[in-house]
């Protein structure tokens, strides 16, 4: 099985909530091989609402028909559809393949090397929204805020390559700093599960932070 135990830790999960192994058949009919990572995060994680439903959203097996694409897989979409997410049908057989990311569903452009990146980064968005502890709306910050933050918290290490552009951050594995490019400033939001490292965060980015 795929370790999740990052994306667990942020959201507190404990225990399995996923589609069974009858639900995921249905999209193995209509693609045949499926990646295996894909599988695990369907089989153990496909079901929590608040990773996979918060603002953007994974597509429920019953619901793959209706993002029924030639070339790819498609797996997420962007909360109104302005970009979706999928792996592409050559790709299906690998055990961890490439995500790639399209506005139109005709141009397609790779986002991310391998689907367990894409997931935790996924987890990571989605938790800004979803977490108990959070700010109540995004903020305003510079450059110099941004070096700031880069200085003093430990970088992810996983970005959204061509949506957006999204960075994350935090010193705990149940918290998470998010940092969106906007034009020639950024938008800041952050959050996590445990008060008192919430209450550690907003000390520091509060400061920092216009509220938008």
Same mark, same amino acid.
């Given at each position: @099985?795929?370790?999740?135990?990052?994306?667990?830790?942020?959201?507190?999960?404990?225990?399995?909530?996923?589609?069974? =192994?009858?639900?995921?058949?249905?999209?193995? !009919? !209509?693609?045949?091989?499926?990646?295996?990572?894909?599988?695990?995060?369907?089989?153990? $994680?496909?079901?929590?609402?608040?990773?996979?439903?918060?603002? *953007?959203?994974?597509?429920?097996?019953?619901?793959?028909?209706?993002?029924?694409?030639?070339?790819?897989?498609?797996?997420?979409?962007? !909360?109104?559809?302005?970009?979706?997410?999928?792996?592409?049908?050559?790709?299906?057989?690998?055990?961890?393949?490439?995500?790639? @990311?399209? &506005?139109?569903?005709?141009?397609?452009?790779? *986002?991310?090397?391998?689907l367990t990146d894409f997931f935790h980064a996924m987890?990571?968005?989605?938790?800004?929204?979803? $977490?108990? &502890?959070?700010?109540?709306?995004?903020?305003?910050?510079?450059?110099?805020?941004?070096?700031? /933050?880069?200085?003093?918290?430990?970088?992810?290490?996983?970005?959204?390559?061509?949506?957006?552009? /999204?960075?994350?951050?935090?010193?705990?594995?149940?918290?998470?700093?998010?940092?969106?490019? !906007?034009?020639?400033?950024?938008?800041?939001?952050?959050?996590?599960?445990?008060?008192? =490292?919430?209450?550690? @965060?907003?000390?520091?980015l509060s400061k920092l932070a216009v509220e938008k």
């Open positions: @099985m795929t370790d999740f135990t990052m994306i667990k830790q942020l959201f507190r999960i404990t225990k399995r909530n996923g589609f069974s =192994h009858d639900e995921i058949q249905i999209i193995k !009919n !209509n693609f045949g091989a499926l990646p295996q990572v894909f599988i695990d995060y369907y089989l153990e $994680l496909g079901k929590d609402e608040r990773l996979n439903h918060t603002q *953007d959203y994974l597509i429920k097996p019953e619901q793959i028909q209706y993002f029924k694409h030639s070339e790819y897989l498609i797996f997420y979409c962007e !909360n109104q559809r302005v970009c979706v997410w999928g792996i592409h049908k050559n790709d299906l057989f690998k055990s961890n393949p490439p995500v790639y @990311m399209s &506005y139109d569903e005709k141009v397609w452009e790779k *986002d991310f090397e391998t987890a990571y968005l989605q938790s800004v929204f979803a $977490l108990e &502890y959070g700010c109540e709306s995004f903020y305003s910050i510079e450059q110099t805020d941004l070096d700031f /933050i880069r200085e003093n918290f430990n970088n992810k290490g996983i970005s959204f390559q061509h949506w957006i552009g /999204i960075e994350f951050y935090g010193n705990y594995n149940d918290s998470i700093i998010t940092v969106l490019k !906007n034009n020639d400033s950024f938008d800041l939001i952050y959050a996590s599960s445990d008060r008192e =490292h919430f209450d550690e @965060m907003d000390r520091v």
